[in-house]
Nanobody
Framework: QVQLVESGGGSVQAGESLRLSCAASEFTYCMAWFRQAPGEEREWVAAMTFLGGSTWYDASVAGRFTISLDNAKSTVYLKMNRLKPEDTAMYYC????????????????WGRGTKLTVSS
């Protein structure tokens, strides 16, 4: 059973930057970040394969967010620049043993989330 623990959320002003972290008990195939705003569906943000380091981003964050991982620390990061109020959400780390997909159903393990609030 893979365990994921997110951290780094907080309250920031629009235009600022923040980095989220997700400590994983192990890396398998694909790590991803999802987010869920109040009253909204959970949506995929970014994903990265453990081997090879291929990355993918949702159009709403491409060019502003960067997903990366530190194998030595068993941690995946989401660096978020030029934050906007619409980025406000609970951010979740997820891991899949077999696929990198934008569908939440494709992920086997989830963290409990870390909250980001962006004020205008």
């Amino acid at each position: 059973q893979v365990q994921l623990v997110e951290s780094g959320g907080g309250s920031v002003q629009a235009g600022e930057s923040l980095r989220l972290s997700c400590a994983a008990s192990e890396f398998t195939y694909c790590m991803a970040w999802f987010r869920q705003a109040p009253g909204e569906e959970r949506e995929w943000v970014a994903a990265m394969t453990f081997l090879g380091g291929s990355t993918w981003y949702d159009a709403s964050v491409a060019g502003r967010f960067t997903i990366s991982l530190d194998n030595a620390k068993s941690t995946v990061y989401l660096k978020m620049n030029r934050l906007k109020p619409e980025d406000t959400a609970m951010y979740y780390c997820a891991e899949s043993r077999r696929t990198c997909t934008l569908r939440a159903s494709g992920y086997n393990f989830w963290g409990r989330g870390t909250k980001l609030t962006v004020s205008s």
